[in-house]
């Protein structure tokens, strides 16, 4: 599985952005997706989750309210739709996919991961 990010950029507080990862094969619809950022001299941190179908999702409390993570399998696509965004906010963004069922917060459960976008909030 290959995972190809894009739609980072610089923003000020309060825009929007909407990332998007693009997916080889035809198993994405079976996966887990994730969304995880990174800040420089931070640990990568959970953003958001969705199971294979869209109906379950899970977001880090940092960001509830303000980002919606949603897919479309058919377009083997899983997006981020970032509102309200804050300096804080800053950080690489990566997409991940973890091929089991269970929707989980956690980075090492994922096995393929994108090579990150990244997403600057000024003040």
Not at 43 to 58: D, H, K, P, Q
Request: net charge positive; charged share 20%; glycine share 10%.
């Amino acid at each position: 599985v290959q995972l190809q990010a894009s739609g980072g950029g610089l923003v000020q507080a309060g825009g929007s952005l909407r990332l998007s990862c693009a997916a080889s094969g035809r198993a994405f619809s079976r996966y887990v997706m994730g969304w995880f950022r990174q800040a420089p001299g931070k640990e990568r941190e959970f953003v958001a989750a969705i199971n294979w179908s869209g109906g379950s999702t899970y977001y880090a409390d940092s960001v509830k309210g303000r980002f919606t993570i949603s897919r479309d399998n058919a377009k083997n696509t899983v997006y981020l739709q970032m509102n309200s965004l804050k300096p804080e906010d800053t950080a690489v963004y990566y997409c991940a996919a973890d091929t089991s069922y269970s929707i989980s917060r956690r980075a090492n459960e994922y096995e393929y991961w994108g090579q990150g976008t990244q997403v600057t909030v000024s003040s």
